[in-house]
């Protein structure tokens, strides 16, 4: 089982919807946890940083992470063309700051 | 302008010839990774460094070298380069102390290893 886990995808969106990513991890001590975006060919850009159990938005996206269930979720709401990327869900291992990152769901959104 | 610098961005070479990797950022972040990132593995974490003269392993540490002698600057060293580190790497930067997931990405270096 991978420490941290996504949907390869990938997931086509129209244009307008709400696009809704997923991600799982196994260290039942991680504290921290992000979601960065990148670009075919670019590097990754952090867009969502989460670290306590509930919702946090921050524009079109809202973060949320269930530490009892090992979840943490990505939505973005009016999805645009601009919004087809790859989605990669980061965790930060306890005090350490060692970082593993989930292989990356790639997002389509479809005119 | 805050960035994270890399040099070079592309690099062919030959087995067993050392390089290094140049590394900088200008956001006096305490915080500096090098990853690498293949397909259908993503991002892996190889070394990172919480302050200067401090670093630690990844998760695939083998057949790399890091220093952190100043700041800005964490170079990534291959001392015997093989096919396999065949890679786009990245270097990273951020603030550290758990936070060490909020990061700012250098540009990325495509290295092939012949």
């Known amino acids: 089982q991978k420490e941290v886990e996504q949907n390869s995808g990938p997931l086509s969106v129209p244009e307008g919807a709400i696009a809704s990513l997923n991600c799982t991890y196994s260290?039942?001590?991680?504290?921290?946890f992000f979601w960065y975006r990148q670009y075919s060919g670019k590097s990754p850009e952090l867009i969502m940083s989460?670290?306590?159990?509930g919702d946090k938005e921050d524009g079109r996206f809202t973060a949320q992470l269930n530490k009892a269930s090992q979840y943490v979720s990505l939505l973005i709401r009016d999805s645009q063309p601009s919004d087809s990327a790859t989605y990669l869900c980061a965790v930060n291992r306890g005090r350490a700051s060692k970082i593993i990152f989930g292989s990356g769901t790639r997002l389509s959104i479809r005119p | 302008e805050a960035q994270v610098t890399q040099n070079p961005r592309y690099l062919i070479t030959v087995t067993g010839k050392k390089l290094t990797v140049t590394c900088s950022q200008n956001m006096n972040h305490e915080y500096m990774s090098w990853y690498r990132q293949d397909p259908g593995l993503g991002l892996r974490q190889i070394y990172y460094s919480m302050n200067v003269e401090v670093t630690d392993k990844g998760d695939v540490p083998e057949g790399y070298k890091v220093s952190r002698k100043e700041k800005r600057n964490f170079p990534l060293i291959l001392e015997s380069p093989s096919p396999n580190q065949t890679s786009l790497y990245f270097c990273?930067?951020?603030?550290?102390?758990?936070?060490?997931?909020?990061?700012?990405f250098g540009p990325g270096t495509r290295l092939t290893v012949l």
């Open positions: 260290d039942r001590g991680s504290q921290s």
């Open positions: 990273a930067s951020g603030l550290g102390q758990g936070k060490g997931g909020s990061q700012f």
């Open positions: 989460i670290y306590s159990n």
